[in-house]
């Protein structure tokens, strides 16, 4: 019913979509600008003609006038200046970004974008332009191979944990950061494409989302209470190395004890200083290895009526 | 500041075009024309429908799993290179609106992608597309196992369990597998250090003859298979519908810690054969209009297992196999709701919600572990989750713009509650007879008191989160942020007996600051810092949920208890630890046996579990413990010249768990970047980036003992301690359960060093040559620090040995020691030269090099002889030095 109810206040407050009466938006009102920007430009602004943007038929589409405005000091320039005055939206320094993102807005709005307002990347005032190459017949954000170049030119830790020993496919182009974040708003933490950061990673790992009969507190609640998932230097992206890091949670029966260098094969403790022959030593099986995870292996939760600590 | 932003996007992508996509080579980049285009085809080929093809050839010097964990570079030799970018339909000047691509890339290996979208604008839209993915995990791993690659595995027939027989001659011990371990010396029962006797030595060189030739080098890799399409149909100038569906399939085989046998607490790394599915459907209405949107969706992932356990024969007696569940199959519908409007040309308010159910109802398994068989076939699990957000943005003047959120995100498991009695792993049932017999209306001696009986939990949260924001920005070149966030959660578990969570409800209040500022256009700074404060109502005796038996009396006490376990804490406050106080000089009686014996932790026996679950007075969970969280984010941009442009970054991070004695207490970390971009003009440039991440976290831990009053080890004179807090055996043993010695702390600390070099050159050779190279160097390691001990009994104290000489100690206390530092070295050189042939077409040259080396002490533990309770894989950890070569011919068709 609010469904409904929304969708009434909404329909009831449309405006249209048509491009003011004063745009030119077909090749003729385009052939303003392109009789100077033309295919001599350093950064050809031509190719935008191959993208949607550049599909005339479509009486959606812009022309260079919708987004960049009138413009008519620039074109005309009235006072012969060497140097042309600004187009009205530059889309650089003298536009602020809210006036760039309400041009592309117009068209915009819903979907994807519908969570902007308010978003961290609105609040930072980062244009859509600092993302999107919008002349470029092929735009790299969009690619899920050249994606990851727009994001790691600002979010440059994450670049550098890309390159660790446990990673995503990121690096190797299989993996976009937009799978896991929507830049332009979510409802979910830290622009997580679904509402948590669990959906989001359900919807490649749909084998951890259970529900289980035994189930992980804090599994369930944040995958990333022990998973980072941009890259580690330990294995299956975590946080920290097991068994220490079950550790921070667990101190009961043999989950107490001190893991160290001594319970290593050849450590003080299997040596006991020295004394104890070779045939005697008995590492401890949590501190080597796959530690916990030897036994706890469904640590994610289990289905299996004796799995109530995740061994079966 | 836009330019430095511009360069540094420009970088990152010679940098990308190089390492990330290898195979990628030409679709993305327009190649360079060998002679100049005339006007005419200069505008056509910038607006005009284009055609590209590559075909070639590379070779890898030597195959590597790491190397090509993802990339489908994994072998040596050689391997095609493929790539296509094809677009068709109108031009931009037709009446056209019909527009198509056909795109693939890397197809000549197994990390390919083939896409196809066919659309007439403003009128509908179709894609497909396939995608596969392979993700190699291990190719040193081995495993004696037979029927790798199904769920049944089976130990050859000559298998013999491995065992030491000079040390014990029935204990599975996997050192029996190493002539090293296998055939040393070992102590006696008498204390005396001997060889293996001729019969003792056959037995383990039978053990290596018929074992060690079992292990066999399986790959263990993952492939997924992707298939997907949509569709879109603009209804009319406002309305869209669009759906799109994605198909999954994942085949292969993954390791498996499993135990093989809770006797002697051994496991085994099994190769757990992958094959499941997952289908993800979306559709939805959109509707768009100049002052508002709406979009209504449903969301479908089905996912299907089709291995539904796996089964493996015990190693200690291949005889006997044990069964473990994967994951079930399961379901997951939302259906979406999202509107937005604007209120005023400034003031803009969006809404979405969602509701959504998650199933699971796969049958349970069902084996002898269970005496008293399943109380319910299946979980019927389900999970209701609830979401709402609303955001009302405003900007009242130009200078101001405030924000007010509200987020509802309800998580709730409506998982039937029952209770499961079961014994581990291949334990046989014990030979006394639990307290419970009775409570349970069983037959007396049914379940023996090693018997597990426990109730499931299925977790709920609900979240409450409110944020508020106002941002200031006198001048375009100044801006101030203030920001408080409120978020509350409240954790239940329908139908448990007992409050099943540590914190059932925690609070927490964010304040934010940001300050960011511009100085004469070339210098950007950011500045900013968040406090966050959260606070816990911690219940310690949450994990009695887990053991319904807490909530009995016990119906034949064995420690004279005459309440339950959960009536005695809850007079007492105590938790599950026990009182910490010194061995009483009698036992105590009635209820207070219930820590037994005496002032211990309550026994397994008494609250029907197998092992104890209780944890420590003092630690808290951290995810849900008191905490106080500091960072600092802060940046500088200065374009130092038209040249050079520069950028640093620093980030810090502070989280202290105050009120935690034990588990993790504080992680801290900082992060600098640091970026140089010199552009000589358009045809060159050289980006140079640095980053050093520094993470470390402090948690603390008490290896607790047992509080007795034995006095000695193995016989009556051997007294003495060696190091620790006391000086005897008595003093020790008295206090096991408040020994400072025991409580140990560690430090662990994360590094990494990020390199990274890249080198543009254009327009060589009149034009017609390009060369981009870049390098990565990384250098990453973990050190952990600990403090605090063990101890250990010396070796000679037995009760059929001599009685040590005076003054040698019979328990020696061992200091921790640090663990060896765990190190990656990863370098990556690449280059690439693209050399025009003609006005369409070009040549490509790549030569790549990587090399990786690491160091990690766990492998130590996998080998044969180890001497670890785990079967033996043998794997390495991964180093590599390999480079990689390619040519392609890239034709632009049309």
């Not at chain 2, 993802?70 to 030799?77: A, F, R």
């Not at chain 2, 089709?306 to 199959?329: L, N, Y």
Request: with cysteine; aromatic share 8%.
């Amino acid at each position: 019913m609010p469904a409904f109810v929304l969708l009434a206040w909404v329909s009831a407050n449309a405006c249209g979509q048509e491009a003011p009466a004063q745009i030119d938006r077909g090749l003729k009102g385009d052939a303003v600008c392109t009789r100077c920007h033309d295919e001599t430009e350093a950064k050809p602004v031509l190719s935008i003609y191959k993208t949607p943007h550049g599909v005339k038929a479509d009486e959606r589409t812009p022309g260079c006038q919708s987004c960049h405005g009138p413009s008519e000091a620039h074109v005309k320039n009235p006072k012969g200046s060497s140097t042309r005055p600004p187009v009205d939206v530059d889309y650089g320094p003298r536009t602020t970004a809210h006036a760039q993102a309400e041009t592309c807005l117009k068209c915009h709005a819903g979907g994807q974008r519908a969570h902007w307002a308010g978003s961290e990347h609105e609040r930072r005032d980062v244009p859509c332009t600092a993302c999107h190459l919008i002349h470029a017949a092929h735009d790299r954000v969009m690619n899920s191979i050249t994606q990851q170049e727009t994001c790691f030119a600002c979010h440059k830790t994450q670049r550098a944990q890309t390159h660790r020993i446990s990673t995503h496919p990121l690096a190797a182009g299989e993996m976009a950061c937009s799978d896991c974040h929507n830049p332009h708003g979510s409802a979910g933490p830290v622009l997580m494409v679904k509402n948590s950061v669990n959906e989001t990673c359900y919807t490649c790992h749909a084998e951890r989302r259970g529900p289980f009969l035994w189930s992980h507190q804090p599994v369930d609640e944040d995958c990333t209470t022990c998973h980072t998932p941009h890259g580690s230097n330990n294995t299956a992206l975590l946080k920290a190395r097991t068994p220490w890091l079950c550790q921070e949670c667990h101190t009961a029966d043999h989950s107490g004890p001190i893991n160290s260098g001594a319970n290593l094969p050849g450590g003080n403790a299997t040596t006991v200083n020295g004394t104890l022959p070779l045939a005697n030593q008995n590492p401890r099986s949590q501190t080597n290895a796959r530690n916990c995870l030897s036994c706890h292996a469904m640590i994610h939760g289990s289905n299996h009526p004796a799995g109530a600590r995740f061994s079966r | 500041m836009k330019s430095i932003n511009n360069s540094v996007r420009v970088r990152t992508a010679i940098a990308a075009a190089v390492q990330g996509a290898l195979l990628s080579l030409a679709p993305a980049r327009p190649a360079p024309a060998a002679e100049p285009a005339s006007g005419a085809e200069a505008v056509a080929q910038l607006t005009q429908p284009s055609g590209e093809l590559e075909v070639g050839a590379g070779d890898v010097t030597k195959g590597s799993y790491k190397f090509g964990e993802y990339n489908g570079l994994e072998h040596e030799g050689l391997f095609p290179i493929l790539n296509f970018d094809l677009s068709g339909g109108g031009s931009y000047d037709s009446d056209s609106v019909r527009r198509w691509d056909v795109r693939g890339a890397d197809l000549g290996v197994a990390a390919r992608e083939l896409s196809l979208d066919y659309r007439e604008q403003g009128k509908f839209r179709i894609d497909l597309g396939f995608d596969q993915l392979r993700h190699n995990i291990s190719d040193s791993y081995q495993t004696p196992y037979l029927g790798t690659g199904s769920n049944t595995l089976h130990l050859p027939l000559n298998w013999l369990k491995p065992s030491v027989p000079q040390a014990n001659a029935t204990n599975l011990n996997d050192r029996a597998l190493s002539p090293v371990t296998g055939l040393a010396s070992a102590v006696t029962p008498a204390g005396a250090v001997v060889p293996p006797t001729a019969a003792q030595r056959a037995q383990v060189i039978a053990i290596l003859g018929a074992d060690v030739p079992d292990f066999q080098r399986y790959n263990l890799y993952t492939q997924r298979l992707r298939w997907g399409g949509g569709f879109g149909v603009d209804l009319s100038r406002h309305w869209q519908f669009t759906a799109n569906m994605r198909q999954e399939r994942r085949y292969g085989t993954q390791p498996l810690g499993a135990i093989s046998s809770a006797i002697q607490e051994n496991s085994v790394i099994l190769p757990e054969p992958i094959d499941t599915e997952t289908d993800q459907y979306e559709a939805g209405f959109h509707y768009a209009a100049d002052k508002g949107f709406l979009d209504v969706g449903y969301y479908g992932s089905m996912f299907l297992n089709r291995v539904k356990a796996i089964t493996w024969d015990d190693p200690a007696d291949r005889t006997r196999t044990a069964t473990m569940s994967s994951a079930p199959s399961n379901q997951f519908h939302q259906v979406n709701l999202a509107g937005g409007y604007s209120v005023s040309p400034n003031t803009r308010l969006s809404v979405s919600g969602s509701y959504g159910r998650s199933t699971q109802n796969d049958p349970f398994l069902s084996d002898t572990s269970l005496p008293l068989g399943l109380p319910e076939t299946s979980a019927d699990a389900l999970v209701v989750s609830r979401n709402l957000d609303v955001k009302l943005s405003a900007r009242p003047t130009r200078a101001v713009r405030l924000l007010a959120a509200y987020k509802y995100d309800d998580h709730d498991n409506r998982t039937n509650v029952a209770r499961f009695v079961f014994y581990d792993v291949n334990l046989a049932k014990g030979a006394a007879a639990s307290s419970f017999n009775g409570a349970l209306g069983l037959p007396a001696g049914t379940l023996s008191s090693n018997v597990n009986i426990f109730n499931n939990r299925p977790h709920s949260r609900r979240l409450n989160q409110l944020d508020l924001n106002a941002d200031y920005a006198p001048t375009r070149a100044q801006s101030f942020a203030l920001g408080y966030q409120w978020q509350g959660i409240k954790r239940h578990c329908h139908n448990t007996w007992i409050d099943c969570e540590n914190a059932d409800t925690s609070n927490e209040s964010t304040f934010r600051a940001e300050w960011r500022a511009r100085f004469l256009d070339t210098l950007e700074t950011r500045i900013a810092y968040a406090f966050a404060n959260r606070t816990v109502a911690y219940n310690s005796n949450a994990w009695l949920a887990l053991v319904p038996m807490a909530n009995v009396v016990p119906g034949a006490p064995t420690a004279g208890a005459t309440t339950s376990v959960y009536g005695y804490l809850t007079q007492t406050g105590l938790t599950g630890f026990g009182p910490l106080a010194g061995f009483p000089a009698s036992p105590l009686t009635g209820a207070a046996a219930l820590f037994s014996p005496n002032n211990n932790i309550v026994p397994q026996s008494l609250y029907g579990s197998r092992d104890n679950d209780s944890e420590l007075p003092g630690l808290r969970r951290f995810n849900v413990a008191d905490r106080r969280r500091n960072k600092l984010r802060s940046s500088l941009d200065w374009q130092a010249s038209e040249r050079l442009a520069l950028q640093g970054g620093f980030e810090y991070n502070r989280d202290e768990y105050e009120h935690s004695t034990y588990g993790l207490l504080q992680a801290r970390g900082w992060a600098l970047s640091l970026e140089g971009d010199y552009r000589l003009n358009d045809d060159f440039e050289l980006p140079v980036f640095y980053t050093h991440e520094d993470q470390r976290s402090r948690s603390a831990g008490d290896g607790f003992g047992t509080n007795t009053n034995a006095a000695f080890v193995g016989r009556a004179g051997n007294t003495l301690v060696s190091g620790g807090c006391y000086a005897t055996v008595l003093a020790k043993n008295l206090n096991g359960k408040m020994d400072p010695c025991l409580i140990w702390s560690t430090d662990m600390r994360e590094r990494a060093d990020t390199l990274g070099l890249t080198l543009a050159r254009k327009g060589l050779k009149g034009g017609r040559l390009d060369l981009a190279g870049d390098l990565v160097y990384t250098w990453a390691r973990t050190d952990i620090g600990v403090s605090g001990g063990s101890y250990a009994n010396n070796p000679f104290a037995l009760a059929g040995a001599p009685v040590l000489a005076p003054g040698v100690p019979a328990v020696f206390f061992i200091p921790a020691t640090d663990l060896p530092t765990v190190a990656t070295r990863t370098l990556q050189v690449r280059l690439r030269a693209q050399y025009a042939v003609g006005r369409s077409s070009q040549v490509n040259l790549l030569a790549a090099y990587e090399r990786l080396r690491s160091s990690d002490f766990a492998y130590d533990g996998m080998q044969f002889g180890s001497g670890t309770e785990q079967l033996p894989t043998n794997e390495r950890p991964f180093s590599y030095s390999l480079a990689v070569f390619g040519i392609s011919f890239i034709h632009r068709l049309w």
